[in-house]
C-alpha cells in the first residue's frame, strides 16, 4: 500500500460577523482572518455609513482575492 499524505479537508462551517460603528475600521483584518459572510448592525448608523461600509467590505475581500 502506498502511503499518500493526507490532504487538509475544507472547512465546513462558515464565518458569519456582524458589523457595527466601531468595528468599520477592523474589516479588513476580519476578512484576512476568515470571516465568509458580513452582515450590518443597521441600528446605529445612517444610510451613507452603511453603503460605505459595504464598499470597505467589497474592497477588503477583493484585495484578500474572496
Do not use: F, W
Not at 500500500?1 to 462551517?13: G, H, K, V
Not at 457595527?20 to 459572510?37: F, H, K, M, N, T
Amino acid at each position: 500500500m502506498d502511503q499518500r499524505p493526507e490532504l487538509p479537508r475544507p472547512r465546513r462551517t462558515k464565518i458569519i460577523a456582524t458589523l457595527g460603528p466601531a468595528s468599520y475600521d477592523r474589516i479588513p483584518e476580519l476578512v484576512e482572518a476568515g470571516v465568509d459572510c458580513v452582515r450590518l448592525n443597521c441600528s446605529h448608523a445612517s444610510h451613507a455609513e452603511y453603503g460605505a461600509a459595504i464598499a470597505r467590505v467589497r474592497e477588503a475581500a477583493s484585495a484578500a482575492g474572496r
